[in-house]
C-alpha cells in the first residue's frame, strides 16, 4: 500500500492587521470671538427701594451694579463667613434688606434683594 502523505492543515495564517496610522488633527482657525450683546433687560435701570437704598444708593441702577455695590459693601465691612464663605453675616443695615436674618446664603441673598428693587 502507497502511504499516503499525512499532511496537516495548518489554520491560515491570519495577515497582521497594521494599526490604522492616526492623521494628526490640524488644529481648526479660530474664528475671532463674536462679541456678545449684553441683555437689554439686565440693563435696564432698576429702582432700589428706602431699605436697601441705605446700602447701594437710591439711584436707579441695573441689576448687576445693584449686586455688584452690594457685594462692594459686604467686603467692606468683611461680612463674609470665614469658615463657610457662601454665607454673608448681616450687619443692622444688610439685616434689614435680607428680612431679620441674621446669615443668609449668597444665593438667598439674591432672592431677599430682589424684593427690594423695582
Known amino acids: 500500500m502507497a502511504k499516503k502523505a499525512a499532511t496537516k492543515s495548518k489554520p491560515a495564517a ?9 492623521k494628526a488633527a ?14 437689554p ?8 427701594d428706602a431699605i436697601l437704598g441705605v446700602v447701594v444708593g437710591s439711584k436707579p ?3 448687576g451694579q445693584i449686586t455688584k455695590k452690594l457685594w462692594d459693601y459686604i467686603k ?15 450687619d443692622d443695615a444688610l439685616k434689614a434688606v435680607f ?3 441674621k446669615t443668609v446664603t ?13
Open 106 to 118: 449668597m444665593f438667598e441673598m439674591t432672592k431677599l434683594v430682589s424684593k427690594h428693587i423695582s
Open 41 to 48: 433687560a439686565l440693563m435696564k435701570p432698576v429702582q432700589p
Open 61 to 63: 441702577a441695573p441689576r
Open 99 to 101: 428680612g431679620g436674618k
Open 26 to 39: 490640524k488644529p481648526a482657525a479660530k474664528k475671532p470671538a463674536a462679541k456678545r450683546k449684553p441683555n
Open 76 to 90: 467692606k465691612n468683611g461680612l463674609q463667613d470665614a469658615k463657610n464663605r457662601r454665607n454673608i453675616n448681616a
Open 14 to 22: 491570519k495577515k497582521a492587521a497594521k494599526p490604522a496610522a492616526k
